[in-house]
T-cell receptor, first 115, second 114 residues
């Protein structure tokens, strides 16, 4: 079945540092890939997405590129802010019948940005 | 345009009681998904519903859990005879269509079983 593996946290960075959160996946066919962010006490918000190989999703300074050859979708940001402190989830949606509706999530990576 | 609404936000139940969680999808959305997030874990898919139909319940526990999405009113996730292991955050998401359409998440209901 489909699965998502992302790096364990917590990740602690100083403000303006470079961020990378690794995400790899296992899926048949051509899944769509997503990054969601969860702020404390809130639900998930879609951060960015990519629907086919070599697509780059970007939003609010965050980027991730869909790499089919390495089955990866790593999240990056050049300069993090304290307000980026949250839990980040990598997710996929399958392309096959029966998997195309539900999202499969990684376990989440907590990011803590300090001044 | 209101987003996905869930209530209650926090629910405390004693072991053996019933828990009812409600989800009102975004306006114009007729597809609802329920996910469960156990402490320190990612979200796990439970069930996918359209109005009056359960499309995919492959993630639902076989016993005590049920879900519905009636023609009128919110979607309901019902947990009978709750146990401590049911303590989790339950998130609802909605979309305008199934498959490749984006899912919008509600703020979640945090269920605590004492």
């Amino acid at each position: 079945g489909n699965s998502v593996t992302q790096m364990e946290g917590p990740v602690t960075l100083s403000e303006e540092a470079f961020l990378t959160i690794n995400c790899t996946y296992t899926a048949t066919g051509y899944p769509s890939l997503f990054w969601y962010v969860q702020y404390p006490g809130e639900g998930l918000q879609l951060l960015l997405k990519a629907t086919k190989a070599d697509d780059k999703g970007s939003n609010k300074g965050f980027e991730a590129t869909y790499r089919k050859e390495t089955t990866s979708f790593h999240l990056e940001k050049g300069s993090v802010q304290v307000s980026d402190s949250a839990v980040y989830f990598c997710a996929l949606r399958g392309s096959n019948t029966g998997t195309a509706s539900k999202l499969t999530f990684g376990t989440g990576t907590r990011l803590q940005v300090t001044l | 345009n209101a987003g996905v609404m869930q209530n209650p936000r926090h629910l405390v139940r004693r072991r053996g009681q019933e828990a009812r969680l409600r989800c009102s999808p975004m306006k114009g959305h007729s597809h609802v998904y329920w996910y469960r997030q156990l402490p320190e874990e990612g979200l796990k898919f439970m069930v996918y519903l359209q109005k009056e139909n359960i499309i995919d319940e492959s993630g639902m526990p076989k016993e005590r859990f049920s879900a519905e999405f009636p023609k009128e009113g919110p979607s309901i996730l019902r947990i009978q005879q709750v146990v401590r292991g049911d303590s989790a955050a339950y998130f609802c998401a909605s979309s305008s269509r199934g498959d490749s359409y984006e899912q919008y998440f509600g703020p979640g209901t945090r269920l605590t079983v004492t």
